[in-house]
């Protein structure tokens, strides 16, 4: 199985309209979107779930109100600030990291520590084949955990379904949902835009696929927005070893089509359109190319 | 005062918002870049950055001539950070919170302070403006540490204008905390309201007052307007979609650049702050 993730440092370059995209052009393949505190793909292929399933990681603390005698201790210790002590000691949900210290040191007894419910995950069919998906709750961590979960569920849903390709929608950034998606990827895209902040944001993105030793593809999406500059991107690609997978137009179609609901490359007319076209042909090429037994990086699952 | 520009999805203008308004204020100002995994204000203010620091997060080092393999620090730790087989410990600094349980738990005192350097934190002036940002080690995943020692260079007595990463989880929320006011930035499209939608429902929870400034208007639809109203959020101001200003981003230039007009309109947004804040 081969597992292409796409991704781009800055965000809104155009991550999810590509894969949107490559959705329609690409076959037997599982998509999964592992933006899971910002998930959009489904708003363009229109899922119908499955099984949705709650995610549950890490804990928080709680304390027993008739238990606690007020000595402070719990937020002496807490490295995170999350205990405030008023008659007695508060702990603010937010600022937990539950880490549980508070609750072993407590000579009362008076702090509980519960199973924290931060998500959901689904599985959906589309008519591109089957999406697996998240919704981390607005505010919530473990996002990284929440990506290793629902690749894992994309690998196993592939391997039953005899499905040889993931598609995977990353999140913006470098850190850790990102890293987590990089986790087993045999490649990336790297959606970027002429711009300086898409540049640099791309040239820490290589870093990052460098470091884990991950081949690295690009894509110049608004390419005609700054044609000089995507010229220096590509020229300092190039330098780096870095393939261009392509280039794709400013196009309003992309907008509209989203407005639709639709992948762009629905729109025979759009310029985007057969830009990505194009972009599909080479990469599917590159896939069939990477060894089938890349061994895969180790990453930790991170939370 | 403090003031978060955010977002939810990414690339709908934080950044150009966030740097033009501190660009645009008349007082004492700073900006804070809160993205420390993409910092991107730098490319716009070109600030003069003078200082610059190491940022590193505490992590246990075992001395394993004192340990005595009672396995306490590996059962005390949530977050697989420390196992042992037999009489090897083994540390995983990457995974380590710094909540510090191992060291009080450890009888023997058989574990020591090491740093795990994360990133770089660096400050200068861009013209008037105090500025921050940092600049997390390519391969680190964790973000809030560095992020929280951004916000704590802020200083109280200025407008202080803190440019949040996109998103909705830890990141974005450690931005906003304590913040007075959230500026939520979107652009007209599905993409866009949804996401933004998702960040204001996080910061409903938090009781922090926010409201949305439209950029790109007349790219997409009127579904904002129209959540907005629905929502009874105030829509502040919109930003047209135009190539030009577009083009002009590309090349660092800021939004003031591409319409001048703008300074007055995004002083009287700040001066309204102030005065629901006073």
Redesign the interface.
């Known amino acids: 199985m081969k597992e292409v993730i796409i991704v781009s440092g800055k965000g809104g370059t155009g991550k999810t309209s590509l894969i949107g995209s490559l959705a329609e052009l690409a076959e037997n393949k599982v998509l999964v979107d592992c933006d899971v505190d910002a998930a959009d793909l489904h708003l363009l292929l229109a899922p119908t779930i499955i099984a949705e399933h709650d995610f549950i990681a890490g804990v928080k603390a709680t304390v027993l109100a008739e238990s606690c005698n007020s000595c402070g201790l719990c937020e002496e210790l807490c490295q995170f600030g999350a205990v405030t002590m008023n008659q007695q000691a508060l702990i603010n949900e937010m600022s937990c990291e539950g880490c549980g210290v508070c609750a072993h040191f407590c000579p009362e007894q008076a702090i509980k520590l519960h199973d924290h419910h931060c998500g959901h995950w689904f599985q959906s069919q589309t008519k591109y084949g089957p999406l697996v998906h998240a919704q981390l709750m607005p505010g919530e961590e473990n996002s990284g955990k929440l990506v290793t979960k629902i690749k894992q569920e994309a690998r196993q849903l592939a391997e039953a379904q005899g499905l040889d390709l993931l598609l995977v929608d990353g999140s913006p950034g470098i850190g850790c949902p990102v890293i987590a998606s990089l986790s087993n990827a045999d490649m990336i895209v790297a959606v970027t835009e002429p711009t300086l902040s898409g540049w640099h944001d791309l040239e820490r993105l290589l870093d990052l696929a460098d470091h884990f030793r991950i081949q690295s593809l690009v894509c110049i999406n608004k390419w005609d927005l700054h044609s000089e500059m995507s010229q220096e991107i590509e020229d300092a690609c190039k330098k780096r070893g870095t393939e261009i997978l392509g280039r794709i137009p400013f196009d309003r179609t992309v907008v509209d089509s989203q407005i639709q609901g639709i992948p762009v490359v629905c729109h025979n007319d759009s310029h985007a359109a057969s830009a990505i076209r194009d972009i599909w042909e080479k990469l599917s090429v590159r896939i069939k190319e990477s060894p089938a037994d890349s061994v895969p990086p180790h990453l930790q699952t991170l939370g | 005062m403090k003031i978060a520009i955010a977002s939810?999805?990414?690339?709908?203008g934080k950044?150009t918002l966030a740097t033009a308004l501190a660009l645009a204020a008349t007082g004492p100002v700073q900006y804070l870049d809160c993205?420390v995994?993409?910092p991107?204000g730098h490319?716009f203010l070109r600030p003069q950055l003078d200082n610059s620091e190491q940022c590193a997060v505490i992590v246990p080092q075992i001395n394993e001539e004192l340990c005595t393999y009672c396995g306490q620090c590996r059962d005390?730790c949530?977050?697989?950070a420390i196992t042992q087989f037999g009489q090897t410990v083994m540390t995983?600094p990457?995974?380590c919170?710094?909540?510090?349980?191992c060291f009080?738990?450890c009888e023997e005192k058989a574990i020591s302070e090491q740093k795990r350097e994360i990133g770089i934190l660096e400050s200068g002036r861009a013209g008037d403006i105090l500025f921050t940002h940092g600049r997390?080690r390519?391969?680190?995943?964790?973000?809030v540490p560095l992020l929280n020692a951004v916000k704590n260079q802020a200083q109280d007595d200025h407008l202080v204008i803190l440019d949040a990463?996109?998103?909705?989880?830890?990141?974005?929320?450690e931005t906003v905390?304590n913040c007075d006011h959230v500026l939520l930035i979107t652009e007209p499209?599905?993409?866009g309201l949804?996401?933004m939608a998702?960040?204001a429902?996080?910061l409903n929870?938090?009781n922090i007052p926010y409201g949305v400034i439209l950029n790109r208007a007349g790219?997409?639809?009127d579904r904002v307007q129209r959540w907005c109203e629905e929502h009874d959020v105030p829509l502040l101001l919109e930003i047209p979609f135009d190539?030009r200003i577009?083009?002009c981003?590309?090349?660092?230039g800021s939004l003031l650049e591409s319409i001048p007009e703008l300074t007055h309109q995004l002083r009287e947004l700040l001066d309204t702050l102030q005065e629901v804040n006073a």
């Not at chain 2, 990463?165 to 929320?173: A, Y």
């Open positions: 939810g999805k990414g690339g709908t950044t993205d995994e993409e991107n490319l005390i949530r977050f697989s995983f990457e995974m919170h710094s909540c510090l349980g009080r738990v997390m390519v391969g680190e995943a964790m973000a990463p996109p998103g909705t989880s830890c990141p974005f929320v905390l499209t599905p993409f949804h996401d998702l960040a429902t996080a929870n938090f790219l997409g639809d190539r577009a083009e981003y590309a090349r660092g």
